[in-house]
């Protein structure tokens, strides 16, 4: 492996260089139907999951990890992946294990009274660093002595996450109001009835390719845009009619482009002692195993 140092990432770019310029030009009006919904269906894929973790991860952190840090981190490593990386289908974004971790490090500060941010900051330096060391020295190719119940048991992991986090952010709505008040109830209902309509019209629209009615190419059509026509439809059903005066608890996002606490953008990473530094690379470290099992 190290006799072939950098020979896979130069692989990678003579492989993809035959169909770089192709990746940026469409040939017809269908490949751009195509695009179209790929793009949205991405977005919304990678939308959701952002701002359901950032969420967590604002609640868990003291806001020093908000919607808006997350969003602006996973949308600049999707332009990189995009332009850049040789890897065409990438999805790029917070998942399950990674957020799990940070509520970790967070209560690890916290309890050596450290610094969180310029700790994270360190952490993921490392793994950077890692991911470097990894690529130059091809260990990507030791993947293949995973077996398949390593990967499906990740991914099991994964979905799992997601499941749990989306039902106790439904049973959150039950559980921290006040069932008494019938404002509070019409509230939590509707909240409750939008969570079930994405989900049922989202697998309802993405099975339209086996309906026995429309064109062929309308099912399709519909199925493409399948996840993005139920957010849109879900999320208008809290402005139908009087639900518009129910209240229904809003994503919070700051008035103006800024971090969600009151801090300048970058982490001054001199404030964490010696010691705490050398700990941060036993959490890279972590990040890197993560990462290198959730892409490859």
Known sequence: LVMKFCSGIVNDLLRRSLYYLSDWYLND?????????????????????????????????????????????????????????????????????????TISMFNFSKSWRIPFLPFYAWSQLFAALMHVFIAAFNFCDLIKHATRFSCETFGILIAVIFIYEGVRGINSYFAHSNISATVAMSGIYLQFII?????????????????????????????????????????????????????????????????????NWLVDLGALPLWAIAVSFISGLIITVLFAFDHN
Do not use: H
Not at 39 to 50: G, K
Not at 219 to 239: E, F, N, P, Q
């Open 29 to 101: 009006i269908n490949e751009s139907l195509k695009l179209l919904s790929a793009s949205f269906y991405m977005f919304f894929n990678s939308l959701a999951p952002a701002i359901t973790f950032a969420m967590l991860l604002s609640d868990s952190t003291t806001n020093q990890i908000g919607v808006l840090e997350v969003l602006l981190a996973t949308s600049i490593g999707g332009c990189a992946f995009s332009i850049f990386a040789t890897q065409p289908l990438v999805i790029v974004g917070v998942t399950g294990p990674i957020t799990i971790l």
């Open 195 to 263: 969570a079930v309509a994405t989900i049922f019209l989202s697998l309802l629209f993405l099975s339209a390719q086996k309906w026995i009615f429309f064109t062929s190419k309308l099912r399709g059509m519909i199925k493409d845009y399948g996840v993005t026509i139920a957010v849109v439809l879900s999320s208008a059903i809290a402005y139908m009619g009087d639900n518009i005066n129910v209240s229904v608890e809003k994503l919070v996002t700051p008035d103006m482009f800024g971090t969600s606490t009151p801090r």
